[in-house]
């Protein structure tokens, strides 16, 4: 309950999780009697690295396990940033090849590039929301250094063939670094696997339950980036800089925590996805889920919404006790739609609705979403 209202269904969970109890208690030990410095040579530092250590090993087995050296950074968006800031340009490799339905850090990283004399090649997702691989391996080369390819479209809620796109832009450029934001995938795909063609990996802590403030990028041995920062030996010298401790100690809680209820979480969240979107459409005339609807992930429902505006429409939800968003929570004040979504078709009289569940999203906070939002479009469309 908020505020005397009805009580709160909170589905922008694509934007933010709760953090789990476990992982408050792991941030609040490491803010506490664990606190320390992981470089510090005694035995508070030393303990500290320890649990730094454990941390890159939890991180590393819920993305799938594998070969990584995991580089603790501020999020999801420094991650992103990094491993294209850092890659390109390579000599005579001065090319960016992203798809269209990448995060704003990727796209604004490829820009800057692009301004600083670098070719970059944008392959669109077009009305599907899915990349072609086959098409984002032709726009690569001799010439390109980095190779983008989100697995979780945080704007269209769908799930990109990344494996296949990795093999296939291998074959083509093989000293391009392939780079996968992983941030949504981590809490959407049931079991990630990603092949050895896949030179590095953005993660994010908040999307899993975990703390703000805090992620990864994962590289594969001998991918080294460029650092962005200086002043200091940590993280191998790729990123200087003493140790968030209790942001990695609530990273590694939910990472663990999430790894242990993945398998049975992921499948039941997707039930209920499916059962909210058949919901949503059929609540009013004019209600149209975007994307293919096969490469949906699992807990992110896109909307088109005729005859009514993103804006009104999510204060007319919260006045309901829905808490959602218009997509990404990065651009939340933009007032243009994102382009990923108008090359899948969002009219001009079409407001967008991002619905996105968790894993502890239940059937009865489905149920109510949707009487709510029938209840708002049917109220708003009346005041229109």
């Known amino acids: 309950m908020t505020g005397g209202g009805p009580p709160e269904i909170y589905l922008d969970n694509a934007a933010t999780t709760r953090p789990w109890p476990e992982v408050v208690a792991a941030v609040t030990a490491a803010m506490g009697d664990g606190f320390g410095n992981a470089s510090s040579l005694h035995r508070r530092g030393q303990a500290a ?52 339905v990448e995060h704003s850090a990727v796209e604004e990283a490829a820009a800057r590039l692009g301004r600083e004399g670098c070719r970059v090649v944008r392959v669109p997702a077009g009305r599907s929301g899915v990349v072609d691989p086959g098409q984002l391996a032709a726009a690569a080369d001799e010439r ?52 050895r063609e896949v030179g590095s990996l953005a993660l994010s802590a908040h999307k899993i339950h975990g703390p703000q403030g805090v992620g990864a990028l994962l590289l594969r041995p ?3 980036p460029r650092p962005l920062l200086a002043g200091g030996d940590q993280q191998d010298g790729l990123r200087p800089g003493t140790f968030d401790l209790p942001g ?3 990273f590694a809680a939910a990472a663990t925590s999430f790894a242990s209820r993945r398998a049975e979480g992921v499948p039941r969240m997707r039930a209920l996805g499916d059962e909210l979107a058949a919901l949503l459409v059929a609540a009013a005339p004019g209600v149209r889920l975007l994307g293919d609807p096969a490469a949906r992930a699992p807990g992110i429902l896109v909307l088109a919404v005729a005859g009514v505006g993103s804006e009104v429409l999510l204060h007319a939800l919260e006045e309901r006790g829905v808490l959602a968003s218009a997509g ?11 382009r990923a979504l108008v090359e899948a078709g969002l009219g001009r009289d079409e407001g967008v609705l991002r619905l996105s569940l968790s894993i502890d999203t239940t059937a009865d906070e489905i149920g109510r979403a949707a009487a709510a939002f029938a209840a708002a479009v049917t109220a708003l469309r009346r005041l229109r």
Do not use: K
Request: glycine share 10%; charged share 20%.
């Open 49 to 100: 690295a320890r649990l730094v250590r454990r941390a890159a090993e939890e991180v590393r087995a819920a993305a799938g396990g594998g070969e990584w050296n995991v580089v603790f950074t501020s999020g999801g968006s420094e991650a992103d940033a990094w491993a294209l800031l850092g890659s390109a340009p390579r000599g005579r490799r001065d090319t960016v090849v992203l798809s269209g």
């Open 328 to 338: 990404a929570a990065c651009h939340s004040t933009r007032a243009e739609p994102p």
């Open 222 to 224: 001998g991918i080294r």
């Open 248 to 250: 990695i100690a609530g």
């Open 144 to 195: 390109t250094a980095v190779v983008a390819l989100t697995h979780v479209a945080s704007e269209m809620g769908t799930i990109q063939p990344v494996a296949e796109a990795a093999r296939l832009v291998a074959a083509a450029a093989p000293r391009a670094l392939f780079h996968v934001d992983a941030v949504q995938a981590l809490a959407q795909v049931e079991r990630p696997d990603y092949p």
